[in-house]
């Protein structure tokens, strides 16, 4: 590992051992950290210092089951405001947020941008992206709730548009 990559890993390792973050790193310079959140209850995010840059990648969502042109036309109008990273898909077509520094950027003001970037666009979008990739399925999941009596509890959030009451 070059000097500047293990410099950055130090920078990586004090800004994780200052914060409040659950975090690994199961090799040298690659780091796993959870965030906390409160539509995403957590977004599992690597750090991964490469010999030139910091790199960030951070499942968001599975693949959408429908209304796919609505859900990347809605990710790709939130790139256009987003700073340091930006939505992505895989080759199956599930949802990250991916960003590069280079090394030299590296700073704990920095990594913490990053990961507050990770935090909030995970975290900020994951209720839309559901209603727009899974409403149906969320519907479905309200109503056979309401005919067994189960709680509606965790799908409150979706009640403007799962709700026939409401509708």
């Known amino acids: ?12 390792r004090g ?12 090799r040298p310079g690659t780091f796993v ?19 030139h840059s910091l790199s960030v990648n951070a499942f968001v969502l599975r ?5 796919h042109e609505a859900v990347y036309r809605w990710l790709l109008e939130r790139n256009a405001r ?16 991916v960003g590069r520094i280079g ?16 935090l909030e666009h995970a975290d900020s979008s994951f209720n839309k992206l559901l209603e ?7 519907r479905r999941e309200w109503e056979w709730r309401v005919k067994r009596g189960e709680s509606l509890a965790n799908l ?4 403007h548009f799962a709700d026939p009451d409401r509708r």
Not at 33 to 51: F, M
Not at 132 to 138: C, K, R, V
Not at 156 to 159: E, I, K, V
């Open 63 to 67: 693949r959408p089951e429908e209304n």
């Open 33 to 51: 950290v959870t965030l906390p959140g409160e539509h995403k209850l957590s977004t599992t995010c690597s750090l991964v210092v490469g010999d």
């Open 156 to 159: 409150q959030a979706f009640a």
């Open 132 to 138: 727009l990739g899974y409403g149906t399925a969320i």
């Open 103 to 118: 090394l030299h950027a590296v700073t704990p003001e920095e990594v913490d941008r990053l990961l507050g970037g990770v």
């Open 15 to 26: 800004v994780l051992r200052e914060s409040e973050l659950t975090w690994e790193e199961p």
């Open 1 to 12: 590992m070059s000097d500047d990559a293990e410099k950055a890993c130090e920078v990586v």
């Open 82 to 97: 987003m700073y340091g990273v930006a939505f992505a898909l895989d080759q199956l077509g599930d949802v990250y947020l």
